[in-house]
Nanobody
């Protein structure tokens, strides 16, 4: 069973930067893709960024393009989200998700592309990002 642990959330002022991390316990290298999602109070969870391991393709929802960067360290089995030029509307609980199945990866990437939710079997516990104006 793959497990995910997020970290790196903090409180920052608008214009600041943060780097989130998501460490995956995946001893058999089963994960095929990973993504970042976020949920603000009173709002639905939305996709932010995703990475396909095989192709290396990355996808971002429109609101974060040019500001956020998703990457991974293969050796550390860790996914990152570098967030720059943060805005108050980026305030949310950030979660990472993963899939071990190619078809579910297609759904994960599609969810991020439209800024929508994704039904993942594997979620981390979340890390809080708060951006003040």
């Amino acid at each position: 069973q793959v497990q995910l642990v997020e970290s790196g959330g903090d409180s920052v002022q608008a214009g600041g930067s943060l780097r989130l991390s998501c460490a995956a316990s995946d001893s058999n290298d089963r994960i095929k893709c990973m993504g970042w999602f976020r949920q603000a109070p009173g709002k639905e969870r939305e996709g932010v960024a995703a990475l396909s391991f095989g192709s290396g393709n990355t996808i971002y929802t429109d609101s974060v393009k040019g500001r956020f960067d998703i990457s991974r360290d293969n050796a550390k089995k860790t996914l990152y989200l570098q967030m720059n030029s943060l805005r108050p509307e980026d305030t949310a609980m950030y979660y990472c998700a993963a899939s071990t199945m190619p078809l579910r990866c297609r759904d994960l990437l599609a969810a991020v592309a439209r800024g929508g939710d994704y039904e993942s079997a594997v979620w981390g516990q979340g890390t809080q990002v708060t951006v003040s104006s």
